[in-house]
């Protein structure tokens, strides 16, 4: 069993990972577009 | 399209939610394998996005080196970076699920070493992406492309063609699985594809603003006054 839960979680992990990578981006994005409002 | 975003995102959670109970709990049991053989759930759906999605990539790049269309090189980028993870999720779970299975995490066979190559040629290519600054990158990217997808048929028809350590395919080319197996699996990769879609259009998005950002920095520059001169 621990190896059906390593390879789930760890898929997970990858996959929030890179949501995670996007909301940076589109936080650092929104970021900078106010800048270049001010 | 904004006020949709979330109630698609909480569809998208809720259906992989009922994938995985499919998955975990309904499916029956292997008699060989027990109930490791489940990792085939993630570890096949992921395998069938990313080719899917290398083959968008594909097409996309094929697009944009005949029309020098934006939007293309854009959907190009997408399916590569969206693709890299699905790959990247199907080479984690092969080694786990080799491990109970065959007694070792790896095997330089044909179908695990095919893919690693198309993993690295995809990774090569969204570097490529991200650290050259010559104005021809979207080109240069189109070309390594399409040598990556010659990959993809490689990878997918080793174990037809190759004696390998991998299994038959599931579907078809002399493998076969229980029908009930067969419909959790096909549910997984429903749910995983619509998953791929939502990560799809959220990274075009912001792709989109990225490049929508970079045109209003350079219209700025050319307005702004030159005090010093």
């Known amino acids: 069993m621990k190896f059906l839960y390593a390879a ?3 898929t997970w992990v990858i996959h929030l990972s890179y949501v995670g990578m996007l909301l940076r981006r589109y936080v650092r994005l929104k970021h900078e577009f106010e800048e270049l409002k001010k | 399209m904004k006020r949709a975003f979330p109630i698609l995102v909480f569809l998208v959670v809720a259906f992989l939610g009922y994938a995985m109970y499919q998955a975990l709990v309904v499916a029956p049991t292997d008699q060989l394998q027990g109930n490791v053989y489940r990792i085939i759930y993630y570890h096949v759906p992921s395998a069938w996005t990313a080719f899917l999605l290398f083959g968008i990539n594909f097409v996309a790049s094929v697009v944009y080196l005949m029309s020098r269309n934006a939007k293309a090189d854009t959907i190009a980028l997408v399916g590569a970076e969206v693709g890299v993870v699905f790959c990247t999720v199907n080479l984690v779970t092969g080694p786990i699920w080799a491990r109970p299975v065959w007694g070792i995490w790896w095997t330089w066979d044909v179908r695990l070493t095919s893919t690693l190559v198309l993993w690295l040629i995809y990774l090569s290519y969204l570097m490529l992406r991200r650290f050259s600054t010559s104005g021809q990158t979207p080109v240069l990217a189109a070309a390594l492309a ?7 048929p490689l990878v997918y028809f080793s174990i037809w063609i190759f004696r390998t350590q991998h299994p038959q395919p599931v579907i078809g080319g002399g493998g076969s699985i229980d029908p009930r197996m067969l419909h959790v699996l096909l549910i997984n990769w429903l749910a995983f594809l619509c998953l791929a879609a939502l990560l799809c259009w959220s990274r075009y998005r912001l792709e989109y603003m990225r490049r929508e950002l970079e045109e209003t920095q350079a219209l700025e ?4 006054p030159r005090g010093s001169l």
């Open chain 1, 8 to 10: 789930y979680i760890s």
């Open chain 2, 146 to 152: 399409i040598f990556g997808a010659l990959d993809v």
């Open chain 2, 221 to 224: 520059a050319l307005l702004e």
